[in-house]
């Protein structure tokens, strides 16, 4: 089994920065994909961020120039450098990691259990 920990959301004014992490642990041969979505209320989960196997990014329009995902694959972790924030990236971000079992050798997707950011002067 594995866990995903999320930490890093809180409130910030507008113009601020905010750095996410997500934390895989458990029994793991390796990470592949690792992503970053977000649901503000009454909206759909949307991508914001996603780092395949080989470190390629790609971003949401929105977020583009203002957010920068990287990982540490020593760590099996996941971060979210959010910069320029602005009150419509308020909502509950979610870490998703794709993770190779250690005894099947099958990849499956996981959750982390979601952290609040709040954007607001």
């Known amino acids: 089994q594995v866990q995903l920990v999320e930490s890093g959301g809180g409130l910030v004014q507008p113009g601020g920065s905010l750095r996410l992490s997500c934390a895989a642990s458990g029994n793991i041969f390796r990470t592949n994909a690792m992503g970053w979505y977000r649901q503000a209320p009454g909206k759909q989960r949307e991508l914001v961020a996603a780092i395949g196997r080989g470190g390629s990014t790609n971003y949401a329009d929105s977020v583009k120039g203002r957010f920068t995902a990287f990982k540490d694959n020593t760590k099996n972790t996941v971060y979210l450098q959010m910069n320029s924030l602005k009150p419509e990236d308020t909502a509950v971000y979610y870490c998703?990691?794709?993770?190779?079992?250690?005894?099947?050798?099958?990849?499956?997707?996981?959750w982390g259990q979601g952290t609040q950011v709040t954007v607001s002067s």
């Open positions: 998703n990691v794709n993770v190779r079992d250690g005894s099947s050798r099958r990849d499956n997707d996981y």
